[in-house]
């Protein structure tokens, strides 16, 4: 005879195991039929069209994009945006971050065009752009218009030096760096290159950035090979595929869309790419040497003169000319001693033609390097 007792106990124990069943797949397994709404998403992914291009057109603009850099010495603002504007063209500007693989909302541009334009219709322009909150920004872009939805045609620059921001200087990777704007026109001499290079090194220099929008085969070697070396960045600088640049430093005698090949924007680009990375960065161009006179090299001049001004940041060189016209003709810049005392370069065309002979002044200072400076900078 069955047990009733036993039989509804077992039948309890039943719909409370399956009643238990139920709530816990019906809790734990999504249904399609339910009409909570899905949690959204992150916003839409960065499209990563990387500009691999040292200068880039902007969208809807006349203007030009350079590079950005990590900056935050002014006051709210986090990045400088280095470009290439036409001046009769400035229109409001927004800044758009991609965010570890996210989009941010815009935040306004400020635009700072640098006071020396010569009269071209082109500067060298900064452009102070600030991070949104909680966002890590990787890459920054311009906007014409504000809160842009999608940004798929636009290239993205990636934010440098965010890694060495803070860097202290005696972590910094190079003492010296020597920024060398605007080799073009199959500029082709080696011999003076070779010489330079070298007594660079001599003087303790650690590195050279060059901006090359052309150069002749056997100096594009020569380069190559002290790249290879480390001691040589080279930087292509395709300026005349965009604009017309000038060959000269005035739009009045010289024409054209930019002063000199885009000079100040390279060597402003240089001063933010070697931040935080080199202890002194050198401006100067390929005919000019900045020689020592009272030292062996240019630290021990710098940590004389860091001694006498603690409070100085930047130091003007006085630069003499070595005039041609005295010399049979050559490109070593060891058989040049005689120079004006006024302003130029070693191996340049002398302000003051007219000087004779005698009224220059002897200087063979760079006669003290010969005995290293010939074997290395003849064996091109």
């Known amino acids: 005879m069955i047990d009733r007792s036993h039989f509804k106990k077992k039948l309890v124990l039943v719909f409370i195991t399956a009643l238990f069943l139920f709530l816990v797949f019906t809790v734990k397994t999504p249904s399609t039929y339910n009409s909570i709404p899905k949690p959204s998403g992150p916003p839409s992914a960065c499209s990563m069209r990387i500009s691999e291009q040292t200068i880039m057109p902007l969208n809807n603009t006349k203007h030009l994009l350079v590079s950005a850099y990590m900056d935050q010495r002014v006051k709210d603002f986090d990045i400088r945006i280095i470009g290439i504007f036409r001046r009769d063209s400035i229109q409001p500007l927004h800044c758009f971050f991609c965010c570890t693989g996210y989009l941010s909302k815009t935040t306004p541009a400020t635009i700072l065009q640098h006071p020396d334009n010569f009269g071209f219709p082109f500067v060298t322009t900064d452009v102070m752009c600030q991070i949104p909150q909680n966002c890590n920004a990787t890459h920054v872009t311009l906007l014409t218009t504000p809160d842009k939805e999608s940004p798929s045609t636009d290239q993205w620059l990636p934010i440098r030096n965010k890694d060495t921001v803070g860097q202290k200087e005696e972590n910094m990777q190079f003492?010296?760096?020597?920024?060398?704007?605007?080799?073009?026109?199959?500029?082709?001499?080696?011999?003076?290159?070779?010489?330079?290079?070298?007594?660079?090194?001599?003087?303790?220099?650690?590195?050279?950035?060059?901006?090359?929008?052309?150069?002749?085969?056997?100096?594009?070697?020569?380069?190559?090979?002290?790249?290879?070396?480390?001691?040589?960045?080279?930087?292509?600088?395709?300026?005349?595929?965009?604009?017309?640049?000038?060959?000269?430093?005035?739009?009045?005698?010289?024409?054209?869309?930019?002063?000199?090949?885009?000079?100040?924007?390279?060597?402003?680009?240089?001063?933010?790419?070697?931040?935080?990375?080199?202890?002194?960065?050198?401006?100067?161009?390929?005919?000019?040497?900045?020689?020592?006179?009272?030292?062996?090299?240019?630290?021990?001049?710098?940590?004389?003169?860091?001694?006498?001004?603690?409070?100085?940041?930047?130091?003007?060189?006085?630069?003499?000319?070595?005039?041609?016209?005295?010399?049979?003709?050559?490109?070593?810049?060891?058989?040049?001693?005689?120079?004006?005392?006024?302003?130029?370069?070693?191996?340049?065309?002398?302000?003051?033609?007219?000087?004779t002979l005698e009224q220059l002044n002897v200087d063979k200072r760079l006669w003290d390097f010969q005995e290293n400076l010939i074997p290395n900078g003849t064996k091109c």
């Not at 000269?248 to 933010?272: A, K, M, P, R, V």
């Open 175 to 355: 003492d010296f760096t020597v920024c060398i704007s605007n080799l073009f026109g199959d500029y082709n001499n080696v011999l003076q290159f070779a010489q330079t290079l070298e007594m660079y090194k001599l003087l303790g220099v650690n590195r050279v950035v060059i901006y090359n929008t052309s150069c002749g085969p056997e100096l594009n070697r020569l380069l190559q090979s002290y790249s290879d070396e480390g001691f040589v960045e080279m930087v292509p600088w395709p300026i005349d595929k965009h604009l017309n640049p000038s060959r000269g430093w005035l739009h009045s005698e010289h024409g054209g869309d930019l002063h000199y090949f885009g000079q100040l924007t390279t060597l402003n680009e240089c001063i933010y790419r070697s931040m935080e990375r080199s202890r002194y960065v050198l401006l100067n161009d390929i005919d000019e040497i900045i020689m020592p006179y009272q030292h062996d090299d240019l630290m021990s001049l710098m940590n004389t003169l860091q001694n006498q001004h603690p409070n100085a940041g930047v130091f003007l060189i006085e630069n003499h000319i070595f005039p041609k016209k005295h010399f049979e003709p050559t490109v070593n810049c060891l058989c040049f001693v005689f120079h004006s005392m006024f302003v130029g370069s070693f191996m340049s065309v002398a302000l003051q033609g007219s000087l």
